[in-house]
């Protein structure tokens, strides 16, 4: 039996937010985002600030150009992204569409929720310590400089 108190701060946060994800997706399934999938989120960080071609995204994500292709047209059949004409046909550039900017504001209403709900059950206080100490040891491991650059990578 797994005890709460043997387990160390990395996987006590993996596993929070592993949970949080699968509420996510799940509210998302119910409201007219059934399909997401948390890979998705890897490259829809890349396409907040502005419109990539496949080439952009693949250095971004340090991946390969067909895993990104891959990834792009999936989400383009969710709706999720979209093509962006060019005149040279040999670049594609992608970007959000109309469905992937309400996708990112339900995930975002629904984890501002979430989040409410975690500071009611352990006090705001309690919170704000625990978010400082999480903060802090991603910024010792220098992986703090990766979430506010959104250049987190994908699981391997």
């Known amino acids: 039996m797994v005890v709460e108190s043997t387990l160390d701060l990395a996987y006590l946060g993996f596993f929070l937010g592993a949970r949080i994800h699968e509420m996510v997706r799940a509210r998302g399934a119910t409201s007219g985002f059934a399909g997401m999938r948390d890979s998705y989120g890897y490259l829809i960080q890349h396409l907040?600030?502005?419109?990539?071609?496949?080439?952009?995204?693949?250095a971004r994500m340090e991946i390969s150009q067909q895993a990104v292709s891959k990834f792009v047209a999936e989400m383009a059949r969710h709706g999720t992204v979209e093509y962006v004409p060019t005149r040279d046909g040999r670049v594609t550039t992608?970007?959000?569409s109309k469905r992937g900017w309400e996708a990112v504001r339900f995930a975002r209403r629904t984890r501002a929720q979430l989040e409410r709900r975690l500071q009611k059950a352990?006090?705001?206080?309690?919170?704000?310590?625990?978010?400082?100490?999480?903060?802090?040891?991603?910024?010792?491991?220098?992986?703090?400089?990766?979430v506010r650059t959104r250049r987190v990578l994908l699981p391997r």
């Open 94 to 96: 992608v970007r959000l």
């Open 48 to 58: 907040i600030e502005k419109d990539r071609t496949i080439s952009e995204l693949a």
């Open 122 to 146: 352990v006090g705001q206080q309690r919170y704000r310590e625990a978010q400082q100490v999480l903060a802090a040891c991603l910024a010792a491991l220098g992986g703090l400089q990766r």
